[in-house]
Structure formats: structure tokens, C-alpha cells
């Protein structure tokens, strides 16, 4: 019988090689390489690639009514993009104990109010689900719970259902297949039966995966590739607030972020954030600016907290919590070189509230002024908004949706706006409801909101 042949691959990156390495030559993570054996292709009945395609005129496809499904949560349609796509095949991934168990378990009980729903839970047995829709009170009238996790069994205890929700992905596997569980083939594989198994059958199917020590799905990029979206949820453990980010979606927006908190009756949605990412304490002490954030289609007020302290020896230490590092290392180098304000000998800690990610370059005016406010010693108005980008020379580039981030200002009662000089021409029809003061360069944007404070 001739030998079967095999690889090592990596469990963290996916990378191979044909011997086995105590250090992964791709990713430089140590103990990580696995033997698998080469599986021959099976072929899968039903599947897409099953039957040939023929190539279609784009005018003679029929639009099929592809309605959204609501989750019962309005800010998990809104990540979505409006509600579940029918047939889509949709990965949910977090932290241990973030609670995609629970959020699952009440969107399944929500669904299940009209349509039949299958919860297979690979990782906890029925009692322990009971126990879960006990205390969330869920009491679906077509919510079936599988325990199992041998992928062909799921497939065929599938059938009859519209939704099903595989808790967990790195809990399935193929009988097929000689690796365990979890190791990159089974997942890679798995997700790609599940992927054929929505498209194919009609099915909805969620998919709960794991996320690695430095924070992304466990298992190889393909697992995100074949899903048509992926959604993060964060929250630090000790914080019953969670965030619920779009890092992936093919009939929506990947910038949509939806506010949760975790309550002991489950998962509650919070739908009105604006108290969320600021405190109504600002502008009592240095340090603390507001910014007006878009993530996806709406805009959100973050409030950003800068706190210095001289360096006692060696190197100063640089902390950003919620701010990109290299943004924060620049933003610190401009304001020393074009604001002339000294930064070498503090160690500097920056922190958006509520535990946000600013990933947008409109946040870098509130960051500096926040940090320029800490280091002076001198607190900005609480009723003072700032955005704009920044630039290596000091200058404070426009941004995009103005408008929609001057609106809000107005909206939540803010009294001051520093906005970048050349959004200025758009924003003038809004002087009557608010101060703007349009800034082309960082420090004007310094003396208007922090030396004035001072002098007055
Ligand atoms: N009785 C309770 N009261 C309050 N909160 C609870 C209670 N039981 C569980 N929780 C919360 O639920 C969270 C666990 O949620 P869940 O099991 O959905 O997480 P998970 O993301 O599925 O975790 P894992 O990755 O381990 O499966 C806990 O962190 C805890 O905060
Ligand atoms: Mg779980």
C-alpha cells in the first residue's frame, strides 16, 4: 500500500512545510506545527460544484426577494446591514466568556418565534443550554437543540430547519479527516461544508469561532473568506459593556459597530450611546477632549482621556488604549516639533472611552488637543467638540461627513466645534446653532480651545 502523505502545518497562520519545525518558519510561533495527512478530494453530494453551471445573460437572472430577517436586536441588524440576508452564512468571533453564546441563543430564540431553528451545541451539553434559555428567558416554540459535533451528522440532523447556529466552529469535526478538531484542515474544511450547506439548502447559518491569544478568529484566513460576514465581539471581561464590530460583509457596511451590555438576563442592546463613550465629569480635569466618530452610518461621540506623568528613568512609556500606537507616537512627534510642546520626559497614557476603537484619522485633532490639554495642565470646555485630521507639518487636513459629525455636535448640545479650515465652506449654514471655529494648522486649533481657557 503505497504511504500516505503528509505536511505540518502551522495551527496559528496555516503555513506548511514538509518536515516538522519547532518554530513556524511564516508566523515565528513556537510548538505550533501539526502533522495531516493529505485527504483525498471528496466529492459532496448537493454540493455547487456537483452540477454544472451554465453562464447566465445578466438580464434573464431572477431577483429572488431576498427580505431581511430581523435578529430582534436593532443593533445586530444594524452591524448586518439591515437585518440577516436569507441563505448567508454569517461567523461570529470573541473573546472566551464574551457571551456569543448568549447573544446566539437569543437571536435563535427570537427566530424561532416563526421559523424552525437548530442549535447545535458542540461544546455544552442540552442541560447546560437549558439552564442558559432558563435564565434568558428564551422559550421558542421551534427552538431544537442538537448536541453534537460530528459534521456529517449535523448535516443530516439539518435538514428540516431555516437556521442553524454551529456553537462552535473549532468544536465540529470530520470523520473524514485524520486531524482533531479545531486543527486548521478540520476548520478549514468544516466551514467550507457549511458554506455549501447555506448556499445549497436554503439555509441561514451562524458560526461561533474562537479567537487566538492576539486576538483574531482561530483557524486559517479561509474561514473568513468563505463567510459573507465576520463579526467581532469586544469588551474588556471586567466591563458589562460590549462592542459588536463588522470586520467583513458582503451586503453591508464593515465599518457598522452595535453597543451591547451584559446583563444577568442576557445581552441588552443600548440604543442610545451617546452617554456611553463620555463621562459627564469632562472638563473638570486636563485631559479630556470629545470627538465626533463615524463608524459605519452613524456618528458617535467618543470622549478621549490623556494623562502624563513625568518619566522617572529610562525610556518614557507611551500607552494608547483604543488608539492606534503609530497614530499616537506621530501625533505626539508633531505636537513636540510643530507646537512646540515638550513630550520627551512624560510618559504619556491615552484611552477612548467605553473601550472603542478609533480607527479613524478624523480622531487625531481631539487626541492632540487632549494631550496638549493634559501636559498644560489646563482642562478644555466640556461644550467643546473637535475633529480633523492631522498632518506631519501640523496642518489639520478636512475629513470626510462633516456635516453629519457638526449635526451631532448640535444635537447632544455641544456649543463649540473645531473643525478643519476647508470643511469650513460647508459648514457655515450651521453658525446659528453652533460656534465653529474652522483651524488650518494645530496650534490655532491649541489657542482656540486651551490658551484662551487659561487666560480667561
Ligand atoms: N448568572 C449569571 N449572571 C450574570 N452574568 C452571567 C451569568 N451567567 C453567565 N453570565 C455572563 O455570561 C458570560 C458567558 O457568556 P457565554 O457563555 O455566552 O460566552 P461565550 O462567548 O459563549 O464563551 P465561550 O467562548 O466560553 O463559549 C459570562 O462572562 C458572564 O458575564
Ligand atoms: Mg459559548
Known amino acids: 500500500m503505497a504511504k500516505q502523505s503528509s505536511k505540518f502545518v502551522c495551527q496559528e ?35 455547487i460544484a456537483v452540477s454544472p453551471s451554465k453562464p447566465t445573460l445578466l438580464k434573464d437572472i431572477k431577483k429572488e426577494n431576498y427580505e431581511r430577517i430581523k435578529t430582534g436586536f436593532k443593533e ?45 451545541s458542540a461544546e455544552e451539553s442540552l442541560s447546560h443550554v437549558k439552564l442558559r434559555c432558563d435564565r434568558l428567558g428564551v422559550i421558542g416554540e421551534n427552538f431544537t437543540v442538537l448536541n453534537e459535533s460530528r459534521l456529517e451528522n449535523i448535516e443530516k440532523a ?76 469586544e469588551g474588556e471581561p471586567q466591563d458589562s459593556l ?42 473638570a480635569q486636563a485631559g479630556s477632549v470629545v470627538t465626533q466618530s463615524i463608524s459605519g452610518n452613524r456618528c458617535m ?26 497614530r499616537m507616537v506621530l501625533t505626539l512627534a508633531v505636537l513636540e516639533r510643530k507646537a512646540y510642546i515638550p513630550f520627551f520626559n512624560q510618559d504619556v497614557y491615552v484611552n477612548a472611552m467605553g473601550g472603542i476603537k478609533l480607527s479613524e484619522p478624523a480622531s487625531d485633532l481631539a487626541v492632540a488637543l487632549s494631550m496638549a490639554s493634559a501636559v ?15 498632518g506631519l507639518t501640523g496642518e489639520i487636513r478636512a475629513v470626510s461627513f462633516a456635516e453629519k459629525r457638526v449635526l451631532n455636535a448640535i444635537k447632544l448640545g455641544f456649543k463649540t466645534v473645531v473643525v478643519p479650515k476647508r470643511n469650513y465652506e460647508g459648514l457655515k449654514r450651521f453658525e446659528s446653532q453652533i460656534k465653529i471655529i474652522p483651524v488650518s494648522h494645530l496650534y490655532q486649533a491649541i489657542k482656540a480651545v486651551i490658551t484662551e481657557e487659561k487666560d480667561a
Not at 248 to 276: H, L, W
Request: glycine fraction near 10%; proline fraction near 4%.
Open 242 to 283: 460590549k462592542i459588536l464590530r463588522a470586520v467583513k460583509n458582503r451586503f453591508g457596511s464593515a465599518q457598522e459597530v452595535g453597543v451591547f451590555e451584559m446583563t444577568e438576563s442576557g445581552i441588552k442592546e443600548v440604543v442610545d450611546y451617546n452617554g456611553v463613550f463620555m463621562s459627564e465629569e469632562r472638563g
Open 158 to 233: 439539518s435538514k428540516d430547519y431555516e437556521f442553524i447556529i454551529i456553537d462552535s466552529i473549532q468544536a465540529v469535526y470530520l470523520s473524514d479527516l485524520s486531524s482533531s478538531a479545531g486543527s486548521v484542515a478540520q476548520v478549514k474544511e468544516c466551514a467550507s461544508r457549511l458554506m455549501r450547506l447555506a448556499k445549497s439548502s436554503d439555509k441561514t447559518v451562524f458560526v461561533i469561532g474562537h479567537v487566538t491569544k492576539d486576538g483574531s478568529i482561530a483557524g486559517p484566513k479561509v474561514l473568513e473568506h468563505v463567510m459573507d460576514t465576520v463579526l467581532y465581539f
Open 13 to 47: 497562520c496555516g503555513g506548511q512545510s514538509p518536515q516538522w519545525l519547532g518554530k513556524c518558519p511564516h508566523c515565528g510561533k513556537f510548538g505550533t506545527m501539526v502533522e495531516e495527512f493529505d485527504e483525498p478530494i471528496v466529492e459532496v453530494k448537493g454540493s
Open 376 to 390: 498644560k495642565n489646563v482642562p478644555v470646555d466640556k461644550t467643546v467638540t473637535a475633529f480633523g485630521e492631522l
Open 301 to 326: 461621540p467618543v470622549e478621549i482621556q490623556t494623562l502624563v506623568s513625568k518619566t522617572v528613568f529610562g525610556m518614557p512609556r507611551r500607552m494608547p488604549i483604543g488608539v492606534d500606537y503609530n
Open 76 to 120: 445586530l441588524d444594524t452591524v448586518l446591514g439591515g437585518g440577516i440576508v436569507p441563505y448567508s452564512i454569517v461567523l461570529i468571533g470573541g473573546d472566551p466568556g464574551i457571551g456569543k453564546s448568549t447573544i446566539l441563543t437569543q437571536v435563535a430564540g427570537e427566530l424561532s418565534k416563526n421559523k424552525k431553528v437548530l442549535y447545535v
